[in-house]
């Protein structure tokens, strides 16, 4: 009989949920908007030290309204890291705008700040410099925001911060999500917390997401009529799904620290395998390790990751690769993109040598000891490069 399947990251309720959602139902607040989201936007603004926060229905829907509220539109350009998800650079082929891709550096796999600057000068002497920057911090590491911030400044572009992976992650102290003019968090099913869907976009500025709420519910002019003046959209979120991450936000601190303790167990089994390299974590920075990653050296490690994803596959776990770099995906073909060192693309590098492990904060100790002693299986077949552990 087959077991039951390991995932990535799979949904894990508290057992409050229920109680906010049937204080929806008892109050009849079948709708968008109501008490639940007024709590849920209040609890998050909190946690990460904003002044507000606007709930949405997806953090796709929070990227699209900061940009535009940012004025982006098809004559303008958009920097976004390359190394993410296709959600954090989709908006800006909604607005028209042409996105220009950044690569990744070592230390966090995030937005490299040479690669950026490099950019910014080149952008600056073409006259024409981006309206925004879209830093992203994945799978919960906190970019280099210090360098970035500070190009960002000296070129005065607005930074929209893509923490959709990193809620419960801090960089030198400071909330992931609160570096930017925006922030955007994501509540999808597999998030270290989740609403079923939705998201959330936050900011000091409190005018803009009051502006924010308004092209979320379809621009309606202040009138008593229906009265539209421009366009809007049909972004805000459910009060019934906003029950859900109330419950949620209570255990938040808990899920990081599951997930940081599955990545530990991971390393202490595994990393001492020659040739696996850990993401590692930037120091002064606090990772919520939403999903524990590393990259196999090929030097070293015989098994490629594509083999050993396929392996696991068949015992019914499920590993994945890293994100594809948005510069190599057919939608942006021809896009420009910044390397942080032409001989060395470290998001191409990072891409072809990752995985993503089952990092799931309700996974088993079981669950966990099956991953690692298939791990081992899989590398030891094929490879006779592993230290003994003493
Ligand atoms: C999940 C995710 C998003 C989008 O969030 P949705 O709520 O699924 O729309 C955006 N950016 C990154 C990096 C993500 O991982």
């Known amino acids: 009989m087959m077991t039951e399947r390991i995932f990535l990251s799979s949904p894990h309720m508290s057992g409050k949920e229920q109680s906010y959602i049937e204080e929806a139902f008892t109050t009849n607040w ?3 908007l109501g008490p639940n989201v007024d709590a849920f936007e209040r609890q998050i603004a909190d946690y990460v030290e904003v002044a507000d926060a606007a709930a949405t229905s ?29 959600a954090s650079a989709n ?7 042409t996105p220009v891709f950044i690569d990744s550096e070592e230390k966090t796999w995030n937005m490299s700040p040479v690669a950026l600057e490099r950019a910014l000068v080149q952008a600056k002497q073409n006259g024409k410099m981006p309206k925004a920057v879209i830093i992203v911090n994945l799978y ?59 998201g959330m976009l936050v900011s000091n500025d409190v005018e803009a997401l009051k502006q924010a709420r308004f092209l979320a519910t379809q621009a309606r002019d202040a009138a008593v009529h229906y009265q539209h003046s421009i366009v809007g959209y049909n972004y805000r979120l459910s ?8 419950a949620q936000m209570e255990v938040l601190n808990e899920r990081v620290k599951s997930r940081r303790a599955v990545f530990n167990r991971y390393v202490n089994e595994l990393g001492n395998i020659n040739g696996f390299d850990f993401m590692p974590e930037l120091e ?5 390790r939403w999903l524990t990653t590393l990259t196999l050296n090929p030097e070293k490690v015989k098994t490629p990751p594509y083999e050993l994803i396929e392996e696991l596959s068949k015992e019914n776990i499920e590993a994945r690769p890293v994100w594809k770099p948005l510069h190599l995906q057919p939608l942006f073909e021809g896009c420009k993109f910044y390397a942080h060192d032409e001989n060395d693309v470290v998001s191409e590098r990072l891409f072809k040598q990752g ?32 230290h003994s552990a003493e």
């Open 58 to 86: 997806s953090g796709t829907a929070a990227i699209h309204l900061a940009l535009e509220l940012l004025g982006v539109s098809k004559v303008d350009t958009v920097f976004c890291s390359t190394l993410t998800f296709i």
């Open 140 to 198: 919960g590491q906190t970019a280099m925001m210090d360098e970035l911030v500070a190009l960002c400044e000296e070129y005065s572009v607005p930074i929209i911060e893509d923490a959709a992976e990193s809620l419960g992650s801090y960089y030198k102290g400071k909330p992931s999500g609160s570096f930017g003019k925006f922030g955007v968090f994501s509540f999808n099913g597999n998030k270290i917390i989740t609403t079923s869907g939705g």
């Open 355 to 386: 995985v993503c492990l089952p990092s799931g904060s309700n996974m088993t100790l079981e669950q966990q000891k099956k991953v690692i002693e298939n791990i081992k299986h899989v590398i030891g077949v094929n490879n006779f490069s592993i």
């Open 284 to 288: 002064g920075t606090y990772g919520n």
């Open 91 to 97: 908006p800006i082929l909604y607005t028209g705008a």
């Open 239 to 246: 009060n019934i799904l906003a029950g859900v991450g109330r």
């Open 30 to 32: 079948i709708a968008p």
